[in-house]
């Protein structure tokens, strides 16, 4: 066990700079500055609450549309920016020179151009005069800047790349040449259109991410993540490992609230890590557990990092499409993790944290648990569907009688609460630490819900935008971060009413204030990628990266995602994750899919999207950079280079997971009944846990090395049955071209035919691919193939696509004319892919065995477990 005097842990002071130099800006200027910096991010989160809010619309004042409000979104983050971020390492932190002011205030007139000069550029599209030209240049050169200093050079590198691209298009060599833009061509399109910086990944930013991050800030302020850290050590801080379990589930629920990983290694981290040490983990691996389970907070819906509301736009889906496909693979994440600490802890024997619950046994805990989630899931039902009955008969007052309501449970919360002793953060380097007791720690804290369950709600039932859901959610967050201290007070007898108000008001200013600085990377990355999308979308350098990337790979989908996952692991070394997402998705996701169907795999662009999003994450832990680590580093005492690689190692399941959602949609729940995904989500739960005794080398008792193989091999059966079955009996049979048609109309509703045509690429360049065709309705073939939009003519043994109807489903899938079928596989019946699951569970079950018999057979004193 680590001697905690030997530890040196980071001051808290270096591990406020870490974060706030990659959060929130290091700088905090004394004096007028310090409060004109802090008064313009209030006002910063003042702006979003008010778009956001249905006022404008009913005063009928200070309505902004779309661009408009970019617009004023980046000058707020540019002049911010400058404010907050010093431009060198040895700039001032206390004081802001002249020079950034300038800089602050031309950058942000810059972004505001737009908005200022609205009218003027709406009768001049595409035709920018001199003064618009210069303000476009010295608008991406602040750009460039405010990205170098919140985000450092890497961001700012790619995208002056993309830049010189852009102009030196045709200079370039072989593939990679274009035919070039002009320099006012340039300008126009990336500083006074809704093509580059003021695109689409900035309108994410400015109509839902800056909420959430706000909410979270507010909720972080109000108490909620000291709370949701006590609350996971009350409940499994004293069992074996139990703080690194604490920690994995704490981080999950800070991630909840936080899309940075840094903060919540930091945040978390200076209270789990000691005590993580304190029970027998090195200093690396206390330092990986924390990094791996925050990293993983960035996965987890609804927020995911910002990347959830990008997603929306780039995939075209719906939020809680998004949150549906997302959701498995992040839980089975985490439940893995609790696994990998679980075995780590019967590895080292080591024990868990003394408690002051009383003694219980296992099975009145779990009858505990399972008669609390009941209940959650009646009052669920309750909730629902009186609410459902409430609103026919209530009409326009349904929502002032759900907001009266609120605020009585919210009140019957505190009351509760009060009963008990209030949190306060236990002092992580003390010798002793007695853990909580449960229902106490719960009691006290559960108001913290109420904003959650708002937001849920207002996404998951009432299906709100999820900008309007957030602001409702935390207008409620704010009514309680303002009011829960006097009404608290009152209940214990203790009552202060004017000081715990202005207390009250103090923490709600610092929310705003710390929401807005947090989002100020979030801002500037965005609109710095949205210079990369520009390039992509005027030089069409997209094309040229497919055709590259196709001759790399030599046409291998699984070449093409490898190459996709070590682009996105360089890329996430210097940029932010929502940056790295906006970049690798532009560039690349259109090129798996098109390759995965020129090779014969379907691949849905929800997947592919998740599969590069995981991968940017997967950079924060990686070295040599690996920002997580270097903080985990910090406090653990630890070396950095050593808690990275131990933190991938733990990560190897994250890693793992979207090579396997790739080619098995059902994880991401795609086509999938309730009944199908709960059986699912057993299944990959099972797997995800057998595949980290896989790599962590130990079960029951340490494996063999045939053992881990056997393992693995285990978990990617019971995660891709059809693998297999398909070598067993293929699942499509071959049907000449000449009988699509007959086919059409043989096969049953719901099922798809596999087409194979040859035809051109928009260049002209012969093309061949595959095209998944959905059955249409339709009681015979003709009436298939009418409702399906298409003609053929067909002589001998050729087909031809002899008419499409325009905006039909033959046109959407990409049939065209004069195209060639050159094969139809009609799917056939065969034994269900999961019947695979049984030679897997056999082969399991015979390394359980294995392991159980030498385990029993090792003598007592030198047994593991």
């Known amino acids: 066990m680590t001697d905690e005097n030997n530890t040196s842990r980071a001051p808290d002071a270096d591990l406020e700079d870490m974060v706030a130099s990659s959060d929130s800006g290091a700088r905090k200027p004394l004096g007028v500055p310090g409060k004109l910096l802090v008064s313009i991010a209030a006002a910063w989160s003042l702006f979003q609450l008010w778009i956001a809010s249905p006022l404008p619309y009913m005063f009928r004042f200070g309505v902004f549309n779309a661009t408009e409000a970019r617009s004023i979104h980046l000058s707020f983050a540019i002049f911010l920016a400058f404010m907050a971020y010093p431009a060198l390492k040895r700039s001032p932190r206390d004081r802001i020179p002249i020079q950034d002011w300038l800089f602050a205030l031309v950058g942000a007139f810059c972004a505001g151009y737009i908005f200022l000069f609205y009218a003027e550029l709406s009768d001049r599209p595409g035709a920018p005069i001199t003064q618009d030209v210069i303000v476009g240049v010295v608008g991406i050169l602040m750009l460039l800047e405010a990205t170098r200093r919140a985000l450092g050079p890497p961001l700012m590198i790619v995208a002056s790349v993309f830049i010189l691209y852009s102009l030196f298009g045709p200079y370039m060599p072989g593939i990679l040449a274009h035919r070039g833009v002009t320099f006012q061509s340039l300008v126009n399109h990336q500083w006074l259109t809704t093509q580059g910086v003021f695109g689409i990944a900035l309108g994410v930013s400015t109509s839902f991410v800056f909420l959430f991050v706000l909410f979270g800030a507010l909720l972080d302020k109000a108490g909620a993540g000291n709370y949701f850290i006590k609350v996971a050590f009350s409940l499994l801080g004293h069992y074996k490992g139990g703080p690194a379990k604490a920690a994995v589930v704490a981080s999950g629920m800070t991630g909840l609230i936080s899309g940075s990983s840094i903060a919540n290694v930091v945040t978390t981290g200076t209270f789990t890590i000691p005590m993580m040490k304190r029970v027998g983990f090195s200093p690396e691996k206390a330092g990986a557990v924390e990094v791996s389970s925050s990293v993983n907070g960035q996965i987890m819906p609804p927020v995911m990092g910002a990347a959830a509301f990008l997603m929306v736009e780039y995939v075209g889906i719906s939020y809680v499409e998004v949150i549906k496909h997302a959701f498995l693979p992040a839980l089975i994440s985490y439940i893995a993790l609790v696994y990998i600490v679980h075995l780590e802890a019967l590895k080292a024997n080591m024990q868990g944290l003394p408690t002051s619950n009383p003694a219980r046994p296992f099975l009145n805990k779990v009858l505990g648990f ?149 989002m100020i990377g979030i801002g500037i990355a965005t609109a710095a990628a949205g210079i990369i999308v520009g390039a992509v979308s005027q030089t069409g350098v997209g094309l040229v990266l497919a055709d590259v990337v196709e001759i790399l790979s030599m046409g291998n989908l699984m070449l093409i995602l490898l190459l996709t996952a070590v682009l996105s692991l360089i890329l996430g070394m210097g940029l932010p994750t929502t940056a790295n997402y906006i970049v690798v998705s532009a560039l690349l996701a259109p090129v798996i899919v098109t390759l995965g169907q020129q090779s014969g795999l379907i691949v849905p662009l929800i997947a592919v999207h998740l599969f590069v999003f995981y991968f940017g994450i997967m950079a924060d832990v990686t070295p040599p950079v690996g920002l997580a680590s270097f903080a985990a580093a910090a406090v653990s005492g630890g070396d950095p280079l050593r808690t990275g690689f131990q933190a991938f190692y733990y990560s190897l399941r994250t890693a793992a997971l979207p090579f396997l959602f790739i080619f098995n949609t059902d994880l991401l729940l795609i086509d999938v009944g309730w009944l199908q995904g709960i059986v699912i989500f057993i299944i990959a739960t099972i797997a995800m846990l057998i595949f980290a005794a896989g790599t962590q080398g130990f079960m029951i008792a340490r494996n063999r090395w045939y053992e881990s193989i056997l393992l693995l091999l285990v978990a990617f059966t019971l995660f891709r049955p059809g693998f297999w079955m398909d070598r067993i009996h293929d699942p499509y049979q071959s049907v000449p071209p000449a009988q699509f048609v007959e086919a059409l109309g043989e096969v049953d509703d719901g099922s798809n035919l596999r087409v194979q045509i040859a035809g051109e690429d928009a260049f002209g360049d012969p093309l061949t691919t595959y095209i998944l065709v959905p059955v249409p309705r339709g009681e015979t073939a003709e009436e298939r193939m009418q409702e399906l939009g298409m003609e053929l003519w067909v002589d001998g043994d050729q087909a031809m696509v002899d008419f499409v109807e325009f905006g039909s489903l033959a046109a959407d899938l990409g049939f065209d004319f004069d195209q060639e079928i050159i094969e139809v596989s009609a799917p056939v019946d065969r034994w269900a892919k999961e019947w695979m699951w049984i030679p897997g569970f056999l082969v399991f079950g015979l390394v359980v065995l294995l392991q159980r018999r030498r385990r029993n057979q090792q003598p007592a004193s030198t047994a593991t477990a």
Not at 372 to 393: D, E, H, I, N, R
Not at 414 to 426: Q, V
Not at 486 to 513: H, N, T, Y
Request: proline share 6%; net charge positive; hydrophobic share 55%.
């Open 370 to 518: 399972l008669t609390g989630l009941l209940l959650l899931m009646a009052l669920s039902f309750a909730v629902y569907y009186g609410l459902g009955w409430l609103k026919p008969v209530l009409g326009d007052a349904t929502p002032w009688v759900i907001a009266v309501g609120l605020t009585v449970v919210y009140v019957v919360l505190l009351k509760l609460g009060a009963r008990y002793p209030e949190l306060e953060l236990d002092d992580p380097s003390s010798k002793v630490l007695i853990l909580p007791q449960t229902r106490p720690t719960v009691m006290v804290g559960l108001h913290y819900i109420l904003p959650v369950i708002v937001l849920v709600w207002c996404l998951m039932v009432e299906r709100l935008s999820p900008g309007l859901s957030a602001f409702w959610a935390t207008v409620f967050m704010i009514f309680i971060i303002v009011t829960q201290r006097p009404i608290i007070a009152v209940f214990r007898q203790r009552s202060k009413l004017a000081a715990d108000i202005k207390e009250g008001f103090m923490d709600l200013w610092d929310g705003l204030v710390t929401g807005a600085r947090n």
